[in-house]
């Protein structure tokens, strides 16, 4: 089992930063491929970000590419997203989920096992 808990979200005005951090504890953390998703009110959750257990591969939604930079403190048991630049559309519920999954459902919810409870993110235009 893996616990995981977000923080670090809140209400910003549009071109403002917000920093996300997601805490594991539980089994070992560096051994986890780490992935943020999103779910806005009425919309379906959507892939973020992805790091993999070593940190050196990242990769990004188009929608937040150039934006939104993934990063993780194995030491620290945590993953961060940094948000840049934030849009009124970037407002959602943001999860951290921790898993192994196959290189093809790495962008894929349904390919993690375990979820933290989610922070808010409100971006007033």
């Known amino acids: 089992q893996v616990q995981l808990v977000e923080s670090g979200g809140g209400l910003v005005q549009a071109g403002g930063s917000l920093s996300l951090s997601c805490a594991a504890s539980g089994r070992t953390f560096r051994n986890f491929a780490m992935t943020w998703f999103r779910q806005a009110p009425g919309k379906e959750r959507e892939f973020v970000a992805f790091?993999?257990?070593?940190?050196?591969?990242?990769y990004y939604a188009d929608s937040v590419k150039g934006r939104f930079t993934i990063s993780r403190d194995n030491a620290k048991n945590t993953v961060n997203l940094q948000m840049n630049s934030l849009k009124p559309e970037d407002t959602a519920v943001y999860y951290c989920?921790?898993?192994?999954?196959?290189?093809?459902?790495?962008?894929?919810?349904?390919?993690?096992?375990?979820w933290g409870q989610g922070t808010q993110v409100t971006v007033s235009s």
């Open positions: 790091i993999r257990m070593s940190g050196f591969t990242t």
């Open positions: 989920a921790a898993g192994h999954p196959d290189p093809a459902l790495e962008s894929v919810g349904s390919a993690y096992p375990y």
